[in-house]
C-alpha cells in the first residue's frame, strides 16, 4: 500500500458557485450551497464537514452566484486555526483570465490555478457544495493513491430514472478503471447487475495536482469545451486511462448505522430538498445528525432553547417526529414531521405537518400549513391555508412541484 502524504500537502477546492434553478425560489437571493438545510445548517456544511473532520484543513471555496449570504455565513462559521496553517476561504470570481465570469467549474478551476501554483500540493479535493451525506475522505485518497490514478470519482448507485441528473461512469470489471464517462446523457446505461440502476458521479473527485494542472490549461485553450468538470475534464482522462472510480459504499464513517451508511442526498429539486429533510425527522432517521463521532458543523446561533407552551383553549398542542431548532415558541400549536429553524412561532391552534420551516416564520393562530417549504421572515396570517389546493397555492404566488410540495419565498407578503 502507498504511503499516503500528509495532509499538508492537500489542498481542498469546494465548486460553490452554482445558481440551482431547480431551487427557485429558495435560491431567488441566495447561492444554492448557502440554502438553510436541516433547522440550522447550510447546505456547504455538509462537504466543509467531511473534509474537516477527515483532517483536511486547507480549504478554498470558489463562489461567484449571489454569494453574499455565502460569505457571511464563512466568515461567522467556518474559522481554523492560523497557529497550524488551516483556513476555510471564499474566492469570489477575480477575472484573473479577463473580463469574465466563470463559465464552468473546469474554468473555475483554472481561473484559480496561482492558489494551487502558490500551495503546492501533491493532491487535490474538488468537492461540490450541495450534498447531503457522510464522508471520510481520507479513505478517497488512499484509494486513489494505491490505483495510481490520475483522477478518482466517487460513484453511488442511483435510479436510472434519476441519472439524466449525474454523469455516468462504466467501470472496468477487473478493476476501478473508469472505461467510459457519459455527463448527464438522455438514456443512461444500467449496471451490469440491476438494470433499474446507474453507476453516477457525486461530483466529488481527487486529482494528482500536476495532472489537474495541466489539464485545465490544456482545456481552457479549446474552443469546443463547456469547461466543465464533468462535462470535458474526467471524459478527457478517461480516454488517457487516467480516471478510477471510487465505490462510495465502500466508505466507513465512524458513528454512521447500517441504515444510514453510504446516504447521499443531491438536493438540487424542491422535492428532493424537501425529502432530505424529511429523512430527518424519524425515529431511526435515515440521516443521522445527532452522530457526535462525525458531526456536522455550522454557526451556533444565540438563541434560547426550544419552548412548547400550553394554551388554555388548545392545552399543549402535540408535537412529534419533528426539529426543533433553538428560539422555536409553540404556543398551543401542532406540528409533526417537520422540521423548524431558529426563531420559529406556532400561535395556539395552527398546525404544521410535514413541513420545512426556515427562520423567522410565524405561524399564526390558526393557520394551516401542509407540505411545504416555507424560506425566512414569512408570516402567514390567521385561518390561512397552505398546502390543501394547488391552484390556490399558485393564485397565491407559491411554487407548487409535480408531487405537491409547495414553496413559499422569502418575504413573501400576505
Known amino acids: 500500500m502507498a504511503q499516503l502524504p500528509p495532509s499538508r500537502r492537500i489542498l481542498s477546492m469546494v465548486l460553490a458557485g452554482g445558481e440551482g434553478k431547480r431551487l427557485m425560489p429558495l435560491t431567488r437571493d441566495r447561492a444554492k450551497p448557502a440554502v438553510p438545510f436541516g433547522g440550522k ?24 452566484y449571489k454569494s453574499h449570504s455565502l460569505n457571511v455565513h464563512l466568515s461567522r462559521t467556518w474559522r481554523m486555526s492560523t497557529l497550524l496553517g488551516n483556513y476555510v476561504t471564499s474566492v469570489p470570481a477575480q477575472m484573473r483570465m479577463g473580463k469574465r465570469w466563470f463559465v464552468g467549474s473546469a474554468d473555475a478551476l483554472f481561473q484559480n490555478v496561482n492558489i494551487i501554483e502558490d500551495e503546492r500540493p501533491e493532491h487535490i479535493f474538488v468537492f461540490g457544495a450541495d450534498h447531503i451525506y457522510r464522508m471520510d475522505p481520507e479513505q478517497m485518497l488512499q484509494a486513489h493513491v494505491d490505483s495510481g490514478a490520475g483522477v478518482t470519482v466517487a460513484g ?4 436510472i430514472a434519476e441519472a ?13 478503471l473508469i472505461e467510459k464517462f457519459w455527463e448527464k446523457p438522455a438514456e443512461p446505461p444500467s449496471t451490469p447487475d440491476d438494470p433499474t440502476m446507474a453507476f453516477a458521479s457525486m461530483g466529488n473527485y481527487v486529482f494528482d495536482a500536476e495532472v489537474l494542472l495541466d489539464l485545465v490549461k490544456e482545456d481552457a485553450m479549446l474552443d469546443d469545451s463547456r469547461h466543465d468538470v464533468g462535462g470535458d475534464l474526467i471524459p478527457a ?123 423567522d416564520v410565524v405561524i399564526e393562530a390558526g393557520a394551516q400549513v401542509r407540505n411545504a417549504i416555507i424560506d425566512k421572515n414569512v408570516i402567514v396570517p390567521p385561518g390561512f391555508r397552505i398546502g390543501f389546493d394547488a391552484e390556490e397555492d399558485r ?13 413559499v419565498s422569502k418575504n413573501h407578503p400576505f
Open 164 to 176: 439524466t441528473a449525474f454523469g455516468v461512469i462504466q467501470q472496468s470489471d477487473e478493476s476501478t
Open 41 to 64: 445548517y447550510r447546505l456547504i456544511d455538509f462537504a466543509l464537514s467531511n473534509l474537516v473532520n477527515g483532517g483536511y484543513r486547507r480549504i478554498v471555496v470558489l463562489t461567484q
Open 237 to 359: 482522462l478517461v480516454d488517457k486511462g487516467l480516471a478510477h472510480v471510487y465505490d462510495f459504499t465502500q466508505n466507513e464513517v465512524p458513528g454512521v448505522t447500517d441504515r444510514e451508511h453510504a446516504y447521499w442526498r443531491d438536493v438540487g429539486t424542491l422535492d428532493s430538498y424537501f425529502d432530505a429533510n424529511m429523512d430527518l425527522v424519524s425515529v431511526d432517521p435515515v440521516f443521522n445528525l445527532y452522530n457526535r463521532d462525525w458531526p456536522i458543523y455550522t454557526q451556533e446561533i444565540t438563541a434560547p432553547p426550544a419552548k412548547v407552551v400550553a394554551v388554555a383553549d388548545y392545552g399543549a398542542g402535540g408535537m412529534s417526529d419533528s426539529i426543533l431548532a433553538n428560539g422555536v415558541v409553540i404556543s398551543g400549536g401542532f406540528v409533526a414531521h417537520s422540521v423548524l429553524s431558529p426563531w420559529v412561532r406556532v400561535e395556539p391552534g395552527a398546525s404544521v405537518d410535514h413541513c420545512v420551516l426556515a427562520e
Open 156 to 159: 453511488i448507485r442511483v435510479p
Open 395 to 407: 393564485a397565491n404566488g407559491f411554487e407548487v412541484t409535480e408531487s405537491g410540495i409547495v414553496a
